[in-house]
């Protein structure tokens, strides 16, 4: 067949009473979206919440028999230990005072970050699904080197090289799709990812980064130690 | 056998609390949703392509059900918990060595707070890369958000309750950068916080009431209305 659409018949009372429908080749995934398939809540979903509680549930058990929660010896506001440090999830924080003056480290930084993270939905450029380069390529160019230059000296001047390096590693990638002459499918799909996806992705490595380099990394004075080298 | 469990399935006992069979035919199983309390939040029906495993993880799931752990296990340590200094210590020492299965008990609170953090995240993540947050689902992903942030409260909270060095300095380090906050704002919010300027025994009551009554409840009512908005927003 080299006609670019088929011929269907639909005998399907409640939702048309007679109809002939020219479905276009490609349009066929749109059709296909609208008229999705449906399954029974139960038992479908209900079994698969009971077993993803069991697994979580089998899981979390086992790690409580074998590793005990740690209980130091009482608080004493006397005997500061070197290094105070938070829980795990503020350590990317508090490795962030560690280059920042507190107000941009542990207030301006943190405030930004949750609000980024609130409007998200709010924002067109969040919305669009086309590649990083589609449009406007020229200009888009002259912004992503404007604003990551910007960054980059700002991490520079600051020697937050923990970010820097992260920074420039997701640029490069960003930039691939635009220099390469070369295509592949690899190379497609760089280049397929939106604006918006880029920035989570550079927001997530960074604060995995910081938040490993806090926990595992920062020993007394919060200077650089490797997890061997611990006494405690 | 299936004689005795067709009657009784038939009994007026029965119906007055399920009010519909076994769900063997697709009326009944749409019954076992909607008559249900627990399962009312769910819709009859719902997309294959969205209870498929690999597209949401479970993540959303495994977060509330981590909660459900963490509200059971909570409860049962308070039994054994007195907010006060040094009995609080006292208590913990006595979780370890004295009540039977004290140590397991905390260790499952311990890890399941540490997991739900961690776990929260990956959800949103996920949330984010299947693009879920586009509208009409903007409103649920703000309150998702909040969600995070009182999940990070939680653990916060209650990482103080212990009272052993790592609580102490824990939380002397996170309300040291409260106090980074510029116009005087971070002193207020840290002596609300803290009953006094150092982490002392009025800390530990408002962390306590925080952790085990104010912060729950308000989790409590966002994930109720996350629920419901996954609803009415049309579903996953
Ligand atoms: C205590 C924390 C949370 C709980 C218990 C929770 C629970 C859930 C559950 C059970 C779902 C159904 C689908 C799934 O399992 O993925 C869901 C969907 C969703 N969640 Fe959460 N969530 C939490 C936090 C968050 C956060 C931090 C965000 C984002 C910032 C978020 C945004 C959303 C959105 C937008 C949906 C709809 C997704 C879709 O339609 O595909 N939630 N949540």
Same mark, same amino acid.
């Given at each position: 067949?080299?006609? #670019?659409?088929?011929?269907?018949?639909?005998?399907?009372?409640?939702?048309?009473?007679?109809?002939?429908?020219?479905?276009?080749?490609? #349009?066929?995934?749109?059709?296909?979206?609208?008229?999705?398939?449906?399954?029974?809540?139960?038992?479908?979903?209900?079994?698969?919440?009971?077993?993803?509680?069991?697994?979580?549930?089998?899981?979390?058990?086992?790690?409580?028999?074998?590793? #005990?929660?740690?209980?130091?010896?009482?608080?004493?506001?006397?005997?500061?230990?070197?290094?105070?440090?938070?829980?795990?999830?503020?350590?990317?924080?508090?490795?962030?005072?560690?280059?920042?003056?507190?107000?941009?480290?542990?207030?301006?930084?943190?405030?930004?970050?949750?609000?980024?993270?609130?409007?998200?939905?709010?924002?067109?450029?969040?919305?669009?699904? #086309?590649?990083?380069?589609?449009?406007?390529?020229?200009?888009?160019?002259?912004?992503?080197?404007?604003?990551?230059?910007?960054?980059?000296?700002?991490?520079?001047?600051?020697?937050?090289?923990?970010?820097?390096?992260?920074?420039?590693?997701?640029?490069?990638?960003?930039?691939?799709?635009?220099?390469?002459?070369?295509?592949?499918?690899?190379?497609?799909?760089?280049?397929?990812?939106?604006?918006?996806?880029?920035?989570?992705?550079?927001?997530?490595?960074?604060?995995?980064?910081?938040?490993?380099?806090?926990?595992?990394?920062?020993?007394?004075?919060?200077?650089?130690?490797?997890?061997?080298?611990?006494?405690? | 056998?299936?004689?005795?469990?067709?009657?009784?399935?038939?009994?007026?006992?029965?119906?007055?609390?399920?009010?519909?069979?076994?769900?063997?035919?697709?009326?009944?199983?749409?019954?076992?949703?909607?008559?249900?309390?627990?399962?009312?939040?769910?819709?009859?029906?719902?997309?294959?392509?969205?209870?498929?495993?690999?597209?949401?993880?479970?993540?959303?799931?495994?977060?509330?059900?981590?909660?459900?752990?963490?509200?059971?296990?909570?409860?049962?340590?308070?039994?054994?918990?007195?907010?006060?200094?040094?009995?609080?210590?006292?208590?913990?020492?006595?979780?370890?060595?004295?009540?039977?299965?004290?140590?397991?008990?905390?260790?499952?609170?311990?890890?399941?707070?540490?997991?739900?953090?961690?776990?929260?995240?990956?959800?949103?993540?996920?949330?984010?890369?299947?693009?879920?947050?586009?509208?009409?689902?903007?409103?649920?992903?703000?309150?998702?958000?909040?969600?995070?942030?009182?999940?990070?409260?939680?653990?916060?909270?209650?990482?103080?309750?212990?009272?052993?060095?790592?609580?102490?300095?824990?939380?002397?380090?996170?309300?040291?950068?409260?106090?980074?906050?510029?116009?005087?704002?971070?002193?207020?919010?840290?002596?609300?916080?803290?009953?006094?300027?150092?982490?002392?025994?009025?800390?530990?009551?408002?962390?306590?009431?925080?952790?085990?009554?104010?912060?729950?409840?308000?989790?409590?009512?966002?994930?109720?209305?996350?629920?419901?908005?996954?609803?009415?927003?049309?579903?996953?």
């Amino acid at each position: 067949m080299d006609k #670019d659409f088929k011929v269907e018949i639909t005998s399907d009372v409640k939702k048309v009473t007679k109809r002939i429908a020219f479905i276009k080749d490609r #349009d066929a995934a749109r059709v296909k979206k609208v008229d999705e398939d449906m399954v029974m809540t139960f038992p479908n979903l209900v079994i698969r919440e009971i077993i993803a509680f069991q697994v979580m549930v089998i899981v979390l058990v086992l790690i409580s028999l074998f590793v #005990d929660a740690p209980l130091e010896w009482i608080a004493n506001p006397e005997h500061t230990p070197n290094p105070a440090k938070a829980p795990w999830y503020f350590l990317g924080l508090q490795e962030l005072l560690h280059y920042f003056p507190p107000v941009v480290g542990g207030v301006l930084l943190p405030s930004l970050a949750v609000i980024a993270l609130i409007v998200i939905p709010y924002f067109k450029i969040n919305l669009k699904k #086309d590649g990083l380069w589609k449009e406007l390529p020229r200009q888009t160019l002259t912004g992503f080197l404007i604003f990551v230059g910007t960054v980059s000296l700002v991490l520079l001047l600051f020697r937050v090289y923990a970010m820097l390096v992260p920074t420039i590693i997701v640029s490069t990638f960003m930039l691939i799709p635009y220099f390469s002459k070369r295509n592949n499918i690899f190379i497609e799909w760089l280049g397929s990812r939106p604006l918006s996806w880029w920035i989570m992705t550079w927001f997530v490595i960074i604060a995995v980064v910081l938040t490993t380099i806090g926990t595992l990394f920062r020993g007394p004075e919060w200077s650089w130690t490797w997890p061997w080298q611990r006494i405690y | 056998m299936k004689k005795i469990f067709d009657r009784l399935v038939r009994s007026q006992v029965w119906r007055s609390i399920f009010r519909h069979g076994l769900p063997e035919s697709n009326r009944t199983r749409a019954e076992a949703i909607f008559f249900n309390f627990f399962f009312h939040l769910h819709p009859t029906k719902v997309r294959k392509r969205s209870i498929k495993f690999t597209y949401t993880w479970g993540l959303g799931g495994i977060s509330f059900g981590l909660f459900i752990v963490l509200v059971i296990t909570g409860a049962l340590l308070m039994l054994y918990y007195r907010p006060s200094v040094p009995q609080a210590y006292g208590d913990m020492k006595d979780l370890q060595f004295v009540v039977s299965s004290g140590q397991f008990l905390r260790n499952m609170h311990r890890w399941a707070a540490h997991a739900m953090v961690a776990i929260v995240f990956l959800h949103m993540l996920r949330v984010f890369y299947t693009g879920s947050y586009r509208p009409p689902k903007e409103f649920n992903w703000v309150i998702g958000v909040i969600l995070f942030v009182t999940t990070i409260l939680l653990s916060y909270t209650g990482y103080l309750l212990p009272w052993d060095q790592l609580s102490f300095w824990g939380i002397s380090v996170g309300t040291n950068m409260i106090r980074a906050m510029p116009f005087g704002i971070g002193e207020m919010i840290s002596f609300l916080l803290l009953g006094g300027n150092i982490v002392g025994e009025n800390a530990l009551v408002r962390f306590y009431v925080l952790h085990c009554f104010i912060i729950p409840v308000a989790a409590i009512l966002l994930m109720a209305i996350h629920f419901w908005r996954i609803r009415k927003d049309g579903g996953v």
